[in-house]
């Protein structure tokens, strides 16, 4: 290829990109609901199963295959799933990575808005929950309401240009802004600085909140302790239930593969995408393991530890009850009364949505980047062109969801079709291409060249077998308790037929993308196979490009 | 919870000692 391909320029530098795009709010504010609604610690025994069978094995998966087509030239999916597929069907099922990270992009800049949104009204002191404490829980869900104008489609942009949408501009540019300047100068920078100050950032809340006591004498009750316990004990789901009787229940089962999914950003388009800039001599094998961890980490250590103890200690399990089925009304709803009763509370309310902001920016630009990546090769255009193009496509997803903000419904469409099951199709697709087309064996070999960390023996089989099994009972059961009331629920609203038609549109313009560059991408395929082939590693057969 | 999070520290904390300090392939004498 006659253009210079992009790197990474340190070891510490991919893994925390890699990191950075796994850790978002999901980690700190949809696993603590997560666990504490689905059997607490004992969701963590079906938490830690798909983390070993479905997360790190298509984890490594992805960051072989990244790696190996990256190698060849290739940095966007539909053209490494092209490479490695052998068949220009697999080119076209590549546009499923694109969709996934463009479109939840256009909702998760919003959300990164409400973020940033948040924290500057705790800088500079413009949340006021009135004086009356009864009334804090009531006015902090109003406040959210108009915030982001869930009463009414088109309120955020009403009466003149409202805060969050200020706030989405802003975001928005800076985002693009760091895209544009490229993967080493612009993400590994910015992941860099925002990894360790967001650690910094939940460090410094987790000590607050740790070291809360009992704040309120009249609710005695109402201690850390007893919150850690409210979260971690083992609790039946259904009330006359052992403490373990969780572990029997399917749901406890899918809402913990859906958290991996969701917190380890497999299946979204991502990491084949960053490993394909690693260098030949670079390892696959402890990046992939460490990225995972760090996520891990933050996520039960910092997002396990603080918002729900924090919660319980100052409005006790029945104020927490109503919001543990979701992350906005944890972290944006029940949360600031928290920090209203805090002693400090504005300053450390500050730092946790500026940390959820940092959080939210290393993943948004994530999303972004595979999309640049497919447009600089398909079009074999600058980075600049590719940018305006993508904002062009973006823009006015993202203003479709501000649009139509009344109950969320836009967003949560886009998340249940695209977060949800887009995502599960992917990886599915992805463990199909990387086990039985590309090779498990051959992938295995090819990762232990550079390898920092001897591959499990267990891993192809695992590759092979458990892990399409495991995803085909997840998928099967995700289907049956949550497709027949979504495909129901349209005939409530329309907003969820133009949503789906927004994404329709979307995955339309980016195949004929697809298909525009489908010969030169063949060509080049034939190309790099050969000389592949010559170096020991080839697997793209000419003929059947 | 002790169990849960100290199994992810003391993993993450492994990984990041095993990536500061593995040798790199391109270092002098690197053995896989």
């Not at chain 1, 220009?88 to 800049?109: E, H, S």
């Not at chain 1, 919150?227 to 913990?256: H, I, Q, R």
């Not at chain 1, 060249?449 to 099994?469: C, D, N, W």
């Not at chain 1, 034939?526 to 590693?537: Q, T, W």
């Amino acid at each position: 290829m006659a253009k210079k391909k992009e790197q990474w320029s340190s070891r510490l530098g991919v893994i925390l990109a890699v990191s950075g795009s796994a850790v978002g709010i999901g980690n700190f504010l949809r696993f603590p609901g997560n666990v504490a609604e689905n059997g607490g610690g004992a969701f963590m025994i079906p938490y830690f199963c798909a983390l070993i069978f479905l997360a790190v094995p298509i984890c490594w998966a992805e960051w072989i295959m990244g790696k190996y087509a990256g190698q060849h030239g290739f940095s966007s999916y539909p053209a490494i799933f092209g490479f490695i597929g052998r068949r220009a069907i697999w080119r076209y099922l590549g546009v499923i990575a694109l969709v996934v990270p463009i479109v939840v992009f256009m909702y998760y800049i919003l959300v990164e808005a409400w973020c940033l949104g948040y924290a500057w009204a705790y800088l500079t002191g413009s949340i006021d929950l009135g004086t009356d404490p009864a009334a804090h829980s009531a006015a902090s869900t109003q406040f959210f309401k108009n915030y982001v104008g869930q009463e009414k489609d088109g309120a955020v942009l009403s009466g003149g240009i409202q805060n969050c949408v200020w706030f989405w501009a802003i975001v928005f540019v800076f985002n693009f802004w760091i895209i544009y300047r490229g993967v080493a100068k612009g993400i590994e920078t910015f992941c860099n600085i925002a990894m360790p100050l967001m650690t910094v950032c939940g460090i410094i809340v987790l000590i607050r909140v740790l070291t809360l006591g009992t704040p309120d004498p009249a609710h005695p009750e109402r201690s850390v302790l007893s919150g850690l316990g409210f979260m971690w004990n083992p609790k039946p789901t259904a009330e006359g239930g052992s403490s373990w009787a969780a572990l029997a229940d399917p749901k406890v089962w899918l809402a913990a593969a859906g958290q991996i999914f969701f917190t380890l950003s497999v299946g979204f388009g991502v990491i084949c995408n960053y490993a394909s800039y690693l260098k030949k001599n670079d390892d696959v094998v402890l990046s992939g393991m460490t990225a995972t961890a760090t996520n891990e980490v933050s996520e039960v250590c910092l997002g396990g530890l603080i918002t729900i103890p924090a919660a319980f200690v100052f409005l006790g399990a029945a104020g927490l009850a109503a919001s543990l089925g979701s992350s906005f009304a944890l972290g944006f709803q029940v949360l600031p009364v928290v920090f209203m009763h805090m002693p400090g509370g504005r300053f450390f309310g500050f730092i946790w949505f500026f940390m959820l902001f940092l959080a939210a920016v290393c993943s948004s630009l994530s999303m972004l980047q595979p999309a640049i990546a497919f447009l600089e090769e398909s079009l074999h255009i600058g980075r600049r062109a590719s940018c305006a193009i993508l904002g062009l496509v973006t823009v006015p997803g993202s203003l479709f969801v501000i649009y139509f903000s009344k109950g969320l419904t836009a967003l949560g469409t886009i998340d249940f079709w695209v977060g949800s099951l887009l995502v599960f199709i992917l990886a599915t697709l992805e463990v199909f291409l990387f086990a039985w087309v590309f090779g498990a064996e051959r992938g295995a070999a090819y990762a232990r060249e550079g390898a920092q960390m001897r591959l499990p023996r267990s891993f192809t089989f695992m590759i092979k077998y458990v892990t399409p099994a495991y995803l085909l009972f997840v998928f099967s059961a995700w289907a049956i308790y949550n497709l027949p009331g979504e495909i129901k629920s349209f005939q409530e609203s329309n907003v969820k037929l133009y949503s789906v038609l927004m994404i329709a549109g979307v995955t339309v313009f980016l195949l004929m993308l697809i298909g525009i560059a489908g010969k030169r991408w063949a060509a080049e395929s034939r190309e790099a196979a050969s000389a592949g082939s010559r170096g020991g590693f080839g697997g793209a057969s000419a003929s059947e490009m | 919870m002790l169990v849960s999070c100290g199994t992810m520290i003391v993993w993450t904390a492994w990984c990041y000692y095993r990536v500061l300090t593995a040798p790199h392939p391109t270092d002098p004498g690197y053995t896989p």
